[in-house]
């Protein structure tokens, strides 16, 4: 199976992948990963292929960092992930990451959760998707309805119907926090996939996706 695994270029959004990258890898799959050039280093140390995307770099994402200063928390926390994440970030990459599921023909997708250039292109080129939790459940959640509207630019920009969201809400979540973590999270009876040992990941608490690997 051809996995790609796309994620935005900081520590904790790319660390959570590692493992869901390295299982794969151990058993045959076929894995890469696609994320801005600062990764490349810990990548290679990592030994996994990684293919780059663009990234707006920090002059643009200057002006909104300095807005969220201005803001309380959780207002300046919803700017982050509606205005950088799904917005200026996911734009950015969109472009050379379509090229690379179309070169690679990629036959999962998986994203870390607020990676969103990986949603939308996976919906254009007609991949199955999945994302994996970088927060806990309930920052998950709090996160993911602020930005419906941001992805709908990409989607419009891509030729795909708005859908406010739909896509989001249908993916498959995996997360390592265990269910004590999540909060007041409300999950409206879709529980996330849940791995036992980060070493060899198991599904214990939904049937598995006709897409996940057998070996």
Known sequence: MRILFTSTRGTGHLEPLLPYLHTPKRRGHDVCVAAPESVSEKLQKEELPHTPFDHPGDAQLKP?????????????NALIVRE??????????????????????????VRESVEFAGLVAAEQAGVPHTRVAVHNGFVEERF????????????QEGNLSLDNG?????????????????GAAKTDGKVPFRIGRLQDITISTQTAPAWAPKD
């Open 64 to 76: 909104i960092w300095a807005r969220c200063g201005e803001l309380p928390r959780d207002e300046a």
């Open 84 to 109: 950088i994440f799904a917005g200026l970030n996911a734009r950015t990459a969109l472009p050379k990451l379509r090229e690379v599921i179309h070169n690679w023909h990629p036959q999962l997708i």
């Open 144 to 155: 993911m309805l602020k930005v419906n509207a941001a992805i709908d630019i990409s989607r």
């Open 166 to 182: 739909a896509s989001l809400r249908a993916e498959p979540v995996f997360t390592a926090f265990p269910s004590s973590f999540d």
